[in-house]
């Protein structure tokens, strides 16, 4: 007998057999577009970082952020819109499936998402030379962690708010200046100093330098384990707060 | 099936259920009737496992909701009022991938989804999507997918609300049919027709409260007279006629725009009116209703 959980998983597998060729898209090909812009383009005039060009140094930060991106937005609409629109949450809660096989569920779908996401994306910049370390087989592993930090979280407020408009606030005001901040296109030490904590409390920043750790070789600003002891606990905490908001939307 | 003693429902300071009693046994169709905010929906969510009583005592397939919510779950059919179908998922999807929550094995529930479609009349439409689907299809879907799981008790919130009139009948039809199998029915409606035509035993609710239980009949003979007048009167003020009626058939009521006679002998009644004098606009001749029960009952229409 399946599991409730492996039942969840399983609605989402089919719904995104559906919308794969869309989606595609916007996690695979916008990030590549990316490189090609900024890595080879912007990289003609900045020359190397760290050692190595523009182009190996931002992968892994691209590779975190596309992540980082699909999380949020799968997430956002996606979540609120089971409970306003399709109320498929509420369908699922009137059988055998409890709250957390709802939410553990949707955290192995995000998880496989970001995962395939980040090996085909790992695949192209091997072909564009941008990979170091035989490590960096290991960096969609921590995109992985990182898309089920961000997406506890976001899934929680989703479940929380009664109106989609806070979307876009979120993603102006967390969202963008998190990408913007995290390490992405340019080392945390180049920000005035009061504005590197900030950008050390995104989960984003932490992913960035696992992963660029793993395709460079190179060291990483924390000891790695405590990079993803802060993941986890991202991860953790945001999936108590969302069992918290489903159990109070869907069980009064 | 149900057990439930002084079941009460309280959200902040609003009582929706306020200390009910009932009893459903197999095999049973049961109904709860009333007007929107009579307290059906908040007594069907804790049927249904997904609400806690505030107070109360309510044991479902003999276990306790508290404790065995999961498992008592595993045996029910929800047709919920608002549609839960996946608009993105083609009709036979809906059914397997929620026969999955039950752990249904994926070969068994496509072996029970084909075998949904053609009780619930879409077998046609197994591969399309849902959205296209009109309200009365989309309804016996649900439906449908409500039994996936082959429930010992399915609980139907409103199930024909909002469907044209050919639609609710097929859909009465089907559920007909699974009352004859033996299926255990409980269904909250505020169309009296349907109340009659489905259930054997229903409870009046209003305010949170029971105020009536009994069978559709039982209903109509203990508040109600065999036969009721209805007398249409244009555009004049009613209380004036309702004076020169008294007495006619066993009680009056003046509605806002009719006066009702209730009488054994609705054509008898009809000619005295004729008799003394009074000349509507219209009249009509019909058998009681738990339409009338309910007018009595709350002094109020059911539907406005």
């Known amino acids: 007998m399946a599991h409730p959980t492996v039942a969840v998983l399983e609605r989402h597998l089919t719904l995104y057999r559906r919308l794969w060729r869309a989606s595609v898209f916007g996690s695979f090909v916008l990030p590549v577009l990316f490189l090609l812009s900024i890595g080879v383009g912007v990289g003609g005039y900045v020359g190397d970082v760290g050692g190595v060009s523009y182009l190996a140094w931002i992968v892994p930060g691209v590779m975190a952020s596309s992540a980082f991106q699909m999380a949020a937005g799968e997430s956002t609409y996606p979540v609120f819109g089971d409970f306003r629109w399709t109320r498929a949450y509420h369908a699922a809660r009137a059988t055998p499936v409890g709250v957390p096989d709802i939410l553990r569920g949707w955290m192995l779908y995000i998880l496989i998402r970001v995962l395939v996401n980040a090996l085909v994306f790992l695949g192209v910049t091997a072909l564009f030379g941008a990979l170091h370390s035989p490590l960096a087989v290991l960096a969609p592993l921590a995109c992985g962690l990182l898309g089920v930090a961000v997406s506890a979280p976001i899934t929680a407020f989703a479940a929380t708010i009664g109106h989609d408009s806070y979307f876009a606030l979120l993603f102006r005001f967390v969202m963008m200046p998190s990408t913007l901040f995290a390490g992405v296109f340019f080392p945390l030490e180049q920000l005035p100093d009061w504005l590197e904590p900030v950008a050390m409390a995104s989960p984003l920043w932490h992913a960035v330098e696992l992963c660029r750790a793993a395709t460079l070789g190179a060291a990483t600003a924390w000891p790695a384990w405590l990079h993803a002891a802060y993941l986890l606990a991202w991860a953790a905490g945001g999936f108590a707060w969302a069992v918290r908001a489903f159990r109070k939307r869907l069980e009064d | ?304």
Request: aromatic share 6%; hydrophobic share 40%; charged share 30%.
């Open chain 2, 1 to 304: 099936m149900i057990y439930a003693r002084g079941l009460v429902k309280r959200f902040g300071d609003f009582t929706a259920v306020d200390g009910i009693d009932l009893e459903v046994a197999p095999g049973e169709a049961f109904g709860f009737l009333g007007p929107n905010g009579a307290g059906k929906s908040s007594t069907m969510r804790m049927i249904s496992c997904v609400s806690l009583p505030t107070a109360g005592e309510l044991r479902i397939l003999g276990m306790d909701p508290a404790r065995d919510g999961t498992r008592i779950r595993g045996r029910l059919g929800v047709c919920p009022q608002l549609d839960t179908l996946d608009p993105d998922l083609n009709v036979r999807e809906n059914l397997t991938t929620y026969a999955r929550y039950f752990g249904i094995s994926r070969a068994e529930a496509r072996r029970r989804a084909d075998e949904l479609l053609e009780f619930a009349r879409l077998t046609e439409k197994a591969a399309s999507p849902v959205e296209p689907l009109s309200g009365g299809m989309k309804r016996r879907l649900t439906i449908a997918r409500a039994l996936v799981n082959e429930p010992d008790l399915v609980l139907l919130d409103e199930p024909t609300t909002g469907l044209d009139p050919q639609a609710r009948h097929l859909l009465w039809e089907r559920l007909f049919r699974l009352k004859q199998r033996g299926t255990t029915l409980v269904l909250t409606t505020h169309y009296m027709d349907e109340a009659e035509q489905l259930c054997d035993r229903l409870v009046v609710m209003d305010g949170g409260r029971i105020v009536a239980e009994g069978s559709p009949r039982s209903l109509i003979e203990t508040y109600s007279t065999p036969e009721v007048v209805e007398l249409r009167f244009g555009l004049e003020e009613l209380d004036g006629y309702a004076g020169k009626l008294e007495g006619i058939g066993e009680r009056l009521d003046v509605l806002p725009d009719r006066i009702l006679l209730y009488a054994p002998d609705g054509d008898g009644a009809a000619a005295e009116v004729h008799r003394r004098g009074v000349n509507p606009s219209s009249v009509l001749v019909r058998r009681s209703s738990l339409e009338d029960v309910f007018l009595h009952l709350t002094g109020r229409t059911l539907v406005d």
